[in-house]
């Protein structure tokens, strides 16, 4: 399988505690994307990379979440003190530079804060 | 008014018969339209795109496009039950560094067999 893939599929935690999650894109794929998705919503823009840089990360919900993609291959996204308003479907979506942007989706951390 | 915008449904359709889609943008600095479908408690899965005034065919989705209207459209012939399903609409717009793909909220179709 060469497609996009995300670890965990889904994380129950408690609220104040931190998560972390876990994005390989597709292997020639130099931009990844994170968004978030809730019930009756589609998927909202977070932040995005091309290979290490992190170009655009002001859509970020607030200062508890970061995102790293260090040597330019897979991605983490932290949230750190979690709420229950966190409780979301996390995605992320590769593309190749000079493919239309065309995005691959992952198939989804499921977040749920108690 | 939101950026882009779509009938939330749902959209009921018989077997064989023609499912219609609608979304609008408002930024008319749109560069590139997408349709996605998801099933329910999965991620999106990419149908198609459109970047140029008019029709798109790929089998038996067809994306129409009008620039000057701000209105994109897909068109699903023959539809199938396993056509069911919510489909996005997402625009993408890239400025300078900045690249981001706007989502509708969708509009949940349902094929009835």
């Known amino acids: 399988d060469t497609g996009v893939s995300q670890d965990p599929r889904h994380k129950i935690t408690k609220r104040g505690q931190n998560v972390t999650f876990r994005c390989d894109p597709i292997?020639?794929?130099?931009?990844l994307y994170w968004y978030r998705q809730t019930l009756g919503q589609g998927p909202e823009f977070l932040t995005y990379?091309?290979?290490?840089?992190?170009?655009?990360k002001s859509r970020l919900l607030s200062d508890r979440f970061s995102a790293e993609r260090p040597k330019g291959s897979f991605s983490t996204l932290e949230i750190q003190r979690t709420e229950q308003g966190d409780s979301a479907m996390y995605l992320c979506?590769?593309?190749?530079?000079?493919?239309?942007?065309?995005?691959?989706f992952g198939p989804g951390t499921r977040l749920t804060v108690l | 008014q939101k950026e882009v915008e779509q009938n939330s449904g749902p959209l009921s359709v018989p077997e064989g018969a023609i499912a219609s889609l609608n979304c609008t943008y408002s930024?008319?600095?749109?560069?590139?339209f997408f349709w996605y479908r998801q099933y329910s408690g999965k991620s999106p899965e990419l149908i198609m795109f459109?970047?140029?005034?008019g029709d798109k065919e790929d089998g038996r989705f067809t994306a129409q496009l009008n620039k000057a209207s701000q209105y994109v459209s897909l068109l699903i012939r023959d539809s199938q039950p396993s056509d069911s399903a919510t489909y996005l609409c997402?625009?993408?717009?890239?400025?300078?560094?900045?690249?981001?793909?706007?989502f509708g909220s969708g509009t949940q179709l349902t094929v009835l067999p």
């Open positions: 979506a590769s593309t190749r530079e000079g493919s239309t942007d065309t995005q691959y």
């Open positions: 292997s020639e794929h130099n931009r």
């Open positions: 990379f091309q290979n290490e840089a992190q170009l655009e």
């Open positions: 930024d008319r600095g749109s560069q590139s």
């Open positions: 459109i970047y140029s005034n």
């Open positions: 997402a625009v993408f717009i890239s400025s300078g560094s900045a690249r981001q793909l706007t």
